[in-house]
């Protein structure tokens, strides 16, 4: 059982930053893949970025490349996900999750969820 808990999520400006953290139960890096993904009122959860076990290869959706990064601490357990140049449409619930196989953007594919946390981004 893996159990992740996400943080840092609050209002900001648009053109503001906010890293999210995701921390988790044990050495999780190591054996699984590690995901955001978010879900905004209205819509479906969508894949955000992922990073291979680890802490490898990363990937990320097209609609936050070059805005985004997702790293991760080994020692301290724990994912993050740094979010610049935050725009309107990034307001959303994001969640973090895990998986055994590869590196993957489907959310289905994903083993453990953690409760997501709110970010809003005011225009």
């Known amino acids: 059982q893996v159990l992740l808990v996400e943080s840092g999520g609050g209002l900001v400006q648009a053109g503001g930053s906010l890293r999210l953290s995701c921390a988790t139960s044990?050495?999780?890096?190591?054996?699984?893949?590690m995901g955001w993904f978010r879900q905004a009122p209205g819509k479906e959860r969508e894949f955000v970025a992922a990073?291979?076990?680890?802490?490898?290869?990363?990937y990320y959706s097209d609609s936050v490349k070059g805005r985004f990064t997702i790293s991760g601490d080994n020692a301290k357990n724990t994912m993050y996900l740094q979010m610049n140049s935050l725009k309107s449409e990034d307001t959303a619930v994001y969640y973090c999750?895990?998986?055994?196989?590869?590196?993957?953007?489907?959310?289905?594919?994903?083993?453990?969820w953690g409760q997501g946390t709110q970010v809003t981004v005011s225009s």
């Open positions: 999750a895990a998986r055994k196989g590869d590196v993957s953007g489907f959310q289905s594919l994903y083993d453990y």
């Open positions: 044990g050495r999780t890096f190591s054996s699984y893949t």
């Open positions: 990073v291979s076990r680890n802490i490898g290869n990363t």
